[in-house]
């Protein structure tokens, strides 16, 4: 069965701080990666893909992926109460589906 | 990003009842709609994979009989809960898969919450 897995958090940091949150896959053949963003009550609102390996930025966020080790990873820089939800890691694999994670609540401190 | 609504954002319903949930794609066509379900402070559960045209997929454990999800155009997709029950109540959301040059990105409608008395 294919797997993704996050650590539930509560990840909790202070304001203007680097968040690192962290994802791993179990099917190697995946081929695309996401980070959703999922304030409470809301439904989750795609912040980053990826494709290959390294790193790609998009403002504060940065997500790192390393098929390898099978491993995706999202820092937010200068992190800001705003940014306090639930993340949602996302794998799609050689199929038309996509497997989510558990999600990691983060709580940036003011 | 591509544009996913649902309607209605919020439901209440005596048990027993049958309720159906609308989800349209905005500004493209989606020939796959998902459906979940999400419990609160749970993670997202999916439900079924909805095709145009076709019937719907469901996950093992969803009875296809209580939850009927109709595809019938390509921005459209709906879900009817019947005879519900209090335990029905959750928060349901869809999404659609967007492919653009080669690459699938998934957009989730706003959700609908239902509460069954």
């Known amino acids: 069965q294919k797997e993704v897995e996050q650590n539930s958090g509560p990840l909790s940091v202070p304001e203007g701080a680097i968040a690192s949150l962290n994802c791993t896959y179990s099917?190697?053949?995946?081929?695309?990666f996401f980070w959703y963003r999922q304030y409470s009550g809301k439904s989750p609102e795609l912040i980053m893909s990826i494709y290959s390996n390294g790193d790609k930025e998009d403002g504060r966020f940065t997500a790192q992926l390393n098929k390898a080790s099978q491993y995706v990873s999202l820092l937010i820089r200068d992190s800001q109460p705003s940014d306090s939800a639930t993340y949602l890691c996302?794998?799609?694999?050689?199929?038309?589906?996509?497997?989510f994670g558990p999600g990691t609540r983060l709580s940036v401190l003011p | 990003g591509a544009v996913v609504s649902q309607h209605p954002s919020r439901v209440i319903c005596k048990s027993g009842t049958s309720v159906k949930i609308e989800c349209r794609s905005l500004d493209f066509q989606a020939t796959t709609m998902f459906w979940y379900r999400q419990f609160p402070k749970k993670s997202l559960m999916l439900m079924a994979t909805s095709n145009e045209g076709s019937k719907a997929t469901y996950e093992q454990g969803v009875e296809k009989d209580k939850f009927l999800i109709n595809h019938a155009s390509l921005t459209l997709s709906t879900l009817t809960v019947t005879s519900a029950h209090p335990e029905d109540s959750s928060f349901y959301i869809c999404s659609a898969r967007v492919g653009r040059q080669g690459v699938h990105e998934q957009f989730f409608g706003p959700g609908t919450r239902l509460t069954v008395l």
């Open positions: 099917d190697r053949g995946s081929q695309s």
């Open positions: 996302a794998v799609r694999g050689d199929g038309q589906n996509f497997v």
